[in-house]
Nanobody, 120 residues
Framework: QVQLQESGPGLVKPSQTLSLTCTVSGGSITTKPYFWSWIRQPPGKGLEWMGAISYGGNTYYSPSLKSRTSISRDTSKNQFTLQLSSATPEDTAVYYC????????????WGQGTQVTVSS
């Protein structure tokens, strides 16, 4: 079964770019028909899907975050990366990477999540 692990800074200053990496093991990020997503959960709020990258490298973004979000991948390392620009304290959340075959908005494998705080 595929396993995912998020990594990146736990503290980001306002206006900086939040960058996280998801390392995948037990399967390749180029395997059809998987989608590889980023989801976040701000304190006291529900889960928010941010975007995804497909097995073929196509990207999909939440309309509300599209202007600030970029998802890319490194197939040689079996990793995919989230970049969220112009971070504000409202971006403070637990960030998860997750995946499922053939489905952009539902997931059957999740990383454990990583807390990111945006604060000066």
């Amino acid at each position: 079964q595929v396993q995912l692990q998020e990594s990146g800074p736990g503290l980001v200053k306002p206006s900086q770019t939040l960058s996280l990496t998801c390392t995948v093991s037990g399967g390749s990020i180029t395997t059809k028909p998987y989608f590889w997503s980023w989801i976040r959960q701000p304190p006291g709020k529900g889960l928010e899907w941010m975007g995804a990258i497909s097995y073929g490298g196509n990207t999909y973004y939440s309309p509300s975050l599209k202007s600030r979000t970029s998802i890319s991948r490194d197939t040689s390392k079996n990793q995919f990366t989230l970049q969220l620009s112009s971070a504000t304290p409202e971006d403070t959340a637990v960030y998860y990477c997750a995946t499922r075959a053939g489905n952009l908005y539902e997931f059957d494998s999740w990383g454990q999540g990583t807390q990111v705080t945006v604060s000066s």
